[in-house]
């Protein structure tokens, strides 16, 4: 698996924690990371996958789902082939497998609603278990 997402937990409500997600080269399917979108979702036990943000290739767009909006800030680091997800006031209703994706979007306006789109992502990493306790 190419995308490696660490920095999950079990942390209390209140908490912080900051996911990574790393790619093992400079290229993903052969594009370069910074030709990709690449964004956080989230699976919680029992329910369906759900976005939770994106950000653009250069870094300086970033787009959030409602409940994200104000507690997380997602950043990337090109040179770095990573991206990282910074989560604060973290809620047990975070509680969930958070992986990340790489899309490539192009010719593509970058929205909440586009980069909400799982199958725009043709490259996901393994999870890590983010548990919030309350």
């Known amino acids: 698996v190419q995308l490696q997402a660490c920095g999950g937990g079990l942390v209390q409500a209140g908490d912080s924690l900051r996911l990574s997600c790393v790619s093992s080269?400079?290229?993903?399917?052969?594009?370069?990371?910074?030709?990709?979108?690449m964004a956080w979702f989230r699976q919680a036990p029992g329910k369906e996958r759900e976005f939770v943000a994106a950000?653009?290739?250069?870094?300086?767009?970033?787009y959030y789902a409602d409940s994200a909006k104000g507690r997380f800030a997602l950043s990337r680091d090109n040179p770095k082939n990573a991206v990282y997800l910074q989560m604060n006031s973290l809620k047990p209703t975070d509680t969930a497998v958070y992986s990340c994706a790489a899309g490539l979007f192009e010719g593509m306006v970058l929205n909440v609603q586009s980069t909400a789109d799982v199958s725009q992502y043709r490259s996901w990493g393994l999870g890590t278990q983010v548990t919030v306790s309350s």
């Open positions: 950000v653009g290739w250069n870094g300086q767009e970033t």
């Open positions: 080269k400079r290229t993903i399917s052969g594009r370069e990371f910074s030709s990709h979108v």
